[in-house]
């Protein structure tokens, strides 16, 4: 089950908060293209941009983050940037449960204050990368850009790695399923079938995918935050076990009526008629 998550609303700055970098004016020589993967770029943009989390490391090891982990830097009211720095919230995806945390950035330092958390239960692979990040997603941080990657670099070495991701539209995107719902409780998915329940919603009036175990199809009609669904017609394989439950999970949450959220990168469908659903991010 998960616990609600409550952070306090913060207003957007009118001009994007930047990251300002201390010392990374080119030198004598120094080309444009000279220094790329990790100089700091000055006036960087911070907020208002959704990171997808790449990787972290920790004490020297590097774990690939899974699907769905992000951070997205909100600015705090105008007039609260000064000496101090601008103040803001920071607010994401540990990898399974969500997060929020007070934030302050001056010059190119990002310090974390502490954080919240919902309280999913997670699968163990997951949940040891959302210690990992937890771990390094706190305190003073000094933050790297080059492109469209941002490098977060903590004082005894422990760094997260992400990329900027546009926005992912309802139709043409393949959605994996990440979490199941009922009513305002969610659980992770059955031991062993993460990755497997996807679908892409077309822009023909289609849903197609993979309940778990079968491949299905149907027709859909879209209107206004919500999904009228068709008949599901799908493989006839065997499916027992985890796959067996998650299988009929996802048919559940995809069955006549479907309420949907679309998030920047992230989907959640609840079934009018069983109250079920889930929770899916872009692949």
Request: hydrophobic letters at 40%; glycine letters at 16%; aromatic letters at 4%.
């Given at each position: ?63 690939a983050a899974p699907a769905g982990a992000h951070v997205e ?211």
């Amino acid at each position: 089950m998960r616990t609600q998550l409550i952070v306090p609303a913060v207003a957007a700055l009118a001009a994007v908060v930047t990251l300002t970098a201390c010392g990374s004016e080119q030198g004598r020589g120094q080309g444009a293209g000279d220094g790329a993967g990790g100089s700091v770029r000055p006036e960087a943009p911070v907020t208002g941009v959704h990171w997808t989390v790449r990787e972290v490391t920790v004490d020297g090891k590097r774990t690939a983050a899974p699907a769905g982990a992000h951070v997205e830097f909100t600015a705090g009211e105008a007039g609260e940037a000064g000496e101090a720095g601008a103040k803001g919230r920071a607010e994401g995806n540990y990898g399974c449960n969500r997060f929020g945390a007070d934030v302050t950035i001056k010059g190119d330092t990002i310090t974390v204050g502490p954080g919240e958390m919902t309280e999913m239960g997670c699968p163990q692979g997951v949940a040891d990368f959302e210690e990992a990040l937890r771990a390094a997603f706190s305190g003073e941080l000094k933050a790297e850009v080059s492109e469209k990657n941002l490098t977060l670099v903590a004082a005894g070495g422990d760094s997260i790695a992400l990329t900027a991701q546009p926005a992912a539209p309802l139709a043409g995107t393949e959605w994996t399923v990440t979490a199941l719902l009922q009513g305002e409780a969610a659980a992770s998915l059955p031991p062993g079938t993460e990755g497997r329940a996807h679908f892409v919603i077309g822009e023909d009036g289609s849903l197609s995918g993979n309940l778990g175990c079968n491949d299905f199809r149907a027709e859909v009609e879209t209107a206004a935050a919500m999904l009228t669904v068709g008949r599901l017609s799908s493989t006839r394989k065997m499916c027992t076990g985890t796959a067996g439950m998650l299988e009929k999970a996802v048919a559940d949450a995809l069955t006549g009526q479907v309420s949907y959220e679309l998030g920047h990168r992230s989907l959640t469908l609840t079934s009018a008629g069983s109250g079920k659903g889930l929770v899916a991010v872009a692949g």
